[in-house]
């Protein structure tokens, strides 16, 4: 007896609550103080059908010799040697599948997320060398985009006879009240550069280490301030030439606009019209895929919040990479007449409706002056074959969502050049889940 008692001493003493009729309930309760062991790879603990092993199968596939040949560290040589460039870019496919955009929440997800944890196999990685690998690649992205789009065409998944354009507005990061017009960003410039000079003085001036490491933070965030209103009043001058190229042929018009105004948070960014119709600062990205695949083939990125003109450019790229297409189709806000008549001239036939004249004339009637591009175009456009046709264009709208799906809702990078790194992120993780499905389909077919 007194062993029992020797035995249970440590442990908390029950009290059964009265209970008139019936027994007090036997539960199991939480003991989150007990000493527990797993022992398993991150290779069992993984479902073996889980898209990630796909990801990463598709990662090795690429030729990234480029991020290879920049590595110093190498054998018999000094030097920490980096992680593995091709986990890299599996974490940020990944990533941009799962719509993680940013560095300091992935380096979260790689230490407690199966998947993330298995794609890693134990290196170590941290957020700012994820930021600095995500914004730092756009050549090799683009490379990427138009060796796998070749790929899908080569295994013949992929037709490129009919193409599709479309434009995505995504929020850009940037507030509306960081827009500014010229008198105030020239008070700011000068306010920022006289902060710049003071605090320069003080760093020089005062001996303490901690003081002068502090200041010297101060300083280059005053600096960088200072380059972004720089920026902005660089951006205020183009957007002032521009208002002057159009006050040329549509005084009265622009007349009526208020003064142009440029953000000190993000410059390249412009205030557009939403598709919520709310007006937000914004990027306009350009995304052309094939509409029967949903395979992407080229992107862009404008500041325009419209889409008349952004045709060509595109046709253009395409052109240079030897992809021209014999259909082209574009919504009503890309047609344009100059453009018509180059593609036509090129060997493509733009589908595209027509704009409702205010005058009531019927906008598929020829008129004096159409060229030939232009009158083929409306004879098609008001074809049943034509309506037919263009009835495809539908199907690259579905992009649109896999885009805000993705991420592409509100950009965390700031600038032009990030923005178009964001979405070839996004045009390459798309393409790699557009190859499974398609594979998949093919073999099933098979």
Not at 54 to 80: C, M, N, S
Not at 295 to 305: L, N, Q, W
Request: aromatic content about 6%.
């Amino acid at each position: 007896m007194s062993s029992d008692r020797e035995l249970f001493e440590g442990l908390p003493e029950q009290h059964a609550p009265a209970v008139l009729g019936r027994g007090a309930p036997r539960l199991r309760v939480p003991e989150r103080d007990q000493i527990d062991t797993h022992w398993a790879a991150l290779d069992d603990m993984l479902d073996p059908d889980h898209t990630v092993r796909l990801v990463w199968t598709f990662v090795q596939g690429l030729d990234l010799t480029p991020l290879y040949d920049a590595i110093k560290a190498r054998e018999g040589e000094p030097g920490h040697p980096p992680a593995d460039p091709r986990l890299m870019m599996a974490l940020w496919l990944w990533a941009t599948v799962e719509d993680v955009g940013s560095a300091r929440r992935l380096d979260q997800l790689c230490k407690e997320h199966l998947a993330y944890r298995w794609l890693c196999g134990g290196v170590s990685v941290n957020y700012h060398t994820l930021s600095d690998f995500y914004v730092a690649h756009r050549d090799l992205l683009e490379k990427l985009l138009a060796r796998g789009f070749a790929a899908l065409v080569e295994q013949g998944l992929v037709a490129p006879e009919t193409l599709a354009q479309d434009g995505l507005r995504v929020r850009a990061s940037a507030g509306a009240a960081s827009f500014r017009r010229r008198d105030r960003l020239e008070e700011l410039q000068a306010a920022a550069q006289r902060r710049v000079e003071r605090l320069r003085a003080e760093l020089e001036d005062d001996p303490g280490v901690a003081t002068r490491r502090r200041q010297g933070a101060q300083q280059r965030a005053a600096r960088e301030r200072a380059e972004r209103i720089a920026a902005a009043q660089a951006r205020m001058r183009e957007l002032e030439a521009e208002r002057a190229r159009r006050e040329k042929t549509n005084k009265a018009k622009v007349a009526k606009q208020k003064e142009p105004r440029a953000s000190t948070t993000d410059p390249d960014a412009r205030v557009m019209k939403m598709a919520d119709g709310g007006f937000r600062p914004a990027y306009n990205m350009q995304i052309v895929s094939d509409p029967a695949s949903q395979a992407i083939i080229s992107v862009d990125v404008e500041t325009s919040g419209s889409d008349r003109g952004l045709a060509r450019p595109a046709l253009e790229r395409l052109v240079a990479a030897d992809m021209m297409p014999s259909d082209y189709l574009v919504d009503g806000g890309f047609t344009k007449n100059d453009d018509i008549e180059w593609a036509h001239a090129n060997g493509t036939r733009l589908w595209c409706p027509p704009a409702q004249s205010k005058h009531g004339t019927d906008p598929y009637a020829p008129r004096e002056d159409d060229g030939p591009g232009v009158a083929d175009w409306r004879k098609r456009m008001a074809s049943e074959v034509g309506k037919q046709m263009y009835r495809q264009r539908g199907k690259a709208e579905c992009l649109n969502a896999q885009g805000r799906r993705m991420g592409l809702r509100q950009l965390t990078v700031r600038g032009k050049d990030k923005a178009l790194i964001a979405l070839l992120w996004f045009a390459n993780a798309h393409n790699m889940m557009r190859a499974f499905a398609l594979q998949r389909a093919a073999a099933a077919a098979a």
